[in-house]
């Protein structure tokens, strides 16, 4: 009997070591029974059970709604509340709304405030249902406020090109002035050195008595 029971454990040990993958065979070397296998395997799993639980648990009540669009905040709040029902834990609706809340941008502190006052519970479709529609509010308004802005930039850019269409443009900067290079709709001719020179000689040939002007080394 006990060489045939000795048999027994022996297959079905080899048995469910056919079907375990290579890491977690690692966890059964040195079981010499089925039953000895089978319980290092529960305690095994049973840890990475409980972290994982505890990582989704995180991951649930500290989400964030970022740059996602209300619904799809909504279904990975969902999505991870599935699990962890999978895993034997319990998470009301309740639960998925705070989560929601506490994820939401400051945008949305007005229907925070409003969800949180009740004094009844909501369903969590009516409470996506009033999400969604503080989300189209506040995409209304941020459209209006970037309209308005434009139009005023516009405004600004006409008004400027208006008030400076009626004035002359000077060409020319201040280091220029007085050397001949003002530039105006004027008729006068300008005056430069070389006429200056043509002036000076025409005035010292027209007499004798008159004395040249000194205008230094030459």
């Given at each position: 009997?006990?060489?045939?029971?000795?048999?027994?454990d022996?297959?079905?040990?080899?048995?469910?070591?056919?079907?375990?993958?290579?890491?977690?065979?690692?966890h059964?070397?040195?079981?010499?029974?089925?039953q000895e296998?089978?319980?290092?395997?529960?305690d095994?799993?049973?840890?990475?059970?409980?972290?994982?639980?505890?990582?989704?648990?995180?991951?649930?009540y500290?989400?964030?709604?970022?740059?996602?669009?209300?619904?799809k905040?909504?279904m990975?709040?969902?999505?991870?509340?599935?699990?962890?029902?999978?895993?034997?834990?319990?998470?009301?609706?309740?639960?998925?709304?705070?989560?929601?809340l506490?994820g939401?941008?400051?945008?949305?502190?007005?229907?925070?405030?409003v969800i949180?006052?009740?004094?009844?519970?909501?369903?969590?479709?009516?409470?996506?249902?009033?999400?969604?529609?503080?989300e189209?509010?506040?995409?209304?308004?941020?459209?209006?406020?970037?309209?308005?802005?434009?139009?005023?930039?516009?405004?600004?850019?006409?008004?400027?090109?208006?008030?400076?269409g009626?004035?002359?443009?000077?060409?020319?900067?201040?280091?220029?002035?007085?050397?001949?290079?003002?530039q105006?709709?004027?008729?006068?001719?300008?005056?430069?050195?070389?006429?200056k020179?043509?002036?000076?000689s025409?005035?010292?040939?027209?007499?004798?008595?008159?004395?040249?002007?000194?205008?230094?080394?030459?």
């Open positions: 009997m006990l060489i045939k029971a000795v048999k027994k022996l297959a079905l040990l080899s048995l469910l070591m056919a079907t375990l993958s290579d890491d977690a065979m690692e059964i070397i040195g079981c010499k029974t089925p296998a089978w319980t290092c395997l529960q095994r799993f049973a840890l990475v059970s409980v972290a994982r639980i505890n990582q989704l648990k995180t991951e649930f500290t989400a964030q709604k970022g740059a996602d669009s209300v619904d905040f909504l990975r709040l969902k999505s991870i509340r599935d699990q962890l029902v999978s895993a034997g834990e319990k998470v009301s609706d309740n639960d998925l709304i705070i989560a929601a506490t939401l941008p400051q945008e949305f502190d007005m229907i925070r405030t949180l006052a009740r004094e009844t519970s909501i369903s969590v479709k009516d409470f996506g249902a009033q999400l969604l529609s503080a189209l509010a506040n995409e209304s308004r941020i459209s209006s406020l970037t309209n308005s802005m434009s139009a005023m930039y516009v405004h600004g850019e006409s008004s400027n090109s208006r008030s400076n009626g004035h002359g443009r000077y060409q020319g900067d201040s280091s220029n002035m007085g050397s001949g290079s003002y105006g709709s004027s008729n006068q001719r300008p005056y430069s050195s070389q006429n020179g043509s002036y000076n025409n005035r010292y040939a027209s007499g004798n008595n008159f004395t040249r002007p000194y205008f230094g080394n030459q």
